[in-house]
């Protein structure tokens, strides 16, 4: 009985992640796309041809509720509705208007897709339209392909590529490659511990299924499970706890040749750069003073430093910044209060050591084994 139970419960899916401003905002880019889709058809056909076809429905679902799937991209939208128009109008032709023309038509269309990487599943629902569409859609023939089909899914992609960016949604996707500026085959320090691409790659290998999710996407979604299991069982510490507060600064109109005395000095391989209020206006490296010939430099500080700097709050965990300070690029990121202040800095050895103490209470209260001795 309790298997029947569990059976019959898995029928109920689980609630969708989804929040309330988000469900809103796909069921609006649906409705606009829809319309203006099927009025630029009903301008080109006239009022007397088929100017929207059903199947965009569900197209317009993928396009506006899950745009980063990859069976939502420009190329599954417009190659797969295409293909899959033009594989039904040849099974209407060849076998007929019949039930087996339909499923023919389905699997050859999926074949296709398929194989020229454009697999969409309304594509399913466009070649079924082609040999069940009744006599207006037989009447169009092959032109049925271009004309609602291919003329809807352009309209469709155009508005879905100005709303979704409109609102911030990253359409076309575009996979974020972590950088690896050191040019080695050297994995970056943050992935060389836990899972690899590889690691990933081979476990979807042998599931053999196609997931509605990209790769990339995935690995982000269990690298942010990783960190958050790490916050709950080392507890929160806060940049404000680990910060450097008696930061040594320039100011923008400092020489050149002052900056390079002073990081000389203090054996200082960066150092914020602030106005008179305290607040950061950026950073000077060593290499860029070294690049400038900073120790004979007549310019200023304002002239060499870098303006897009990395920041974080005092209130910021730190395993926020564990990305940031492993990826090899950035050593030193400022700490700033609401009005761009400078309060401290957090460094890679301040992380380090943070950690570091955190692993050893942990280990002495019980609750983590020891290394191994050696």
Known sequence: MNRLKGWLRAFWPDPMAVSRGEQLLSCSGALLGLLVSGWIAQQSLGDAGLWLVAPMGACAVLLFAVPS????????????????ALVGVACAHWVGHTLWAA??????????????????????????????????????????????????????????????NAFR???????????????????????????????LDEVLAARGELLDISREDLAQILR??????????????RCADIMSRDVLCLAPADSCAEAWARMQGHRLTAMPVVNQRRQLQGMLYLHDLIQTDGACSPGQVREVMQTQVPSCGPQWPTIRLVQRLASGEVHKV??????????????????VAALYRRSLETVSAGTLAPPPAG
């Open 69 to 84: 799937s990859p069976l939502a991209q420009p190329w599954s939208v417009v190659g797969g509705n295409l293909v899959a």
């Open 103 to 164: 499923g023919l038509a389905v699997a050859i269309a999926m074949a296709a897709m398929f194989g020229l990487r454009c697999l969409h599943p309304p594509g399913g629902a466009i070649a079924l339209t082609a040999v069940l569409g009744g006599d207006e859609v037989a009447q169009l023939g092959y032109a049925f392909a271009l004309y609602p089909v291919t003329l809807n899914s352009l309209g469709l992609l155009a508005i879905a590529l100005l709303f979704n």
């Open 169 to 199: 949604r990253r359409y076309p996707y575009r996979a974020l490659v972590p950088d690896n500026p050191r040019k080695t085959r050297d994995l970056p320090p943050r992935d060389r511990l836990g899972f690899t691409a590889a690691d």
């Open 224 to 237: 942010q499970t990783e960190e958050r299991a790490y916050r709950r069982r080392f507890g929160e510490i």
């Open 334 to 351: 400022p700490v700033l209060d609401e009005d761009r202040v400078l309060l401290g800095i957090v460094t890679q050895t301040d992380l």
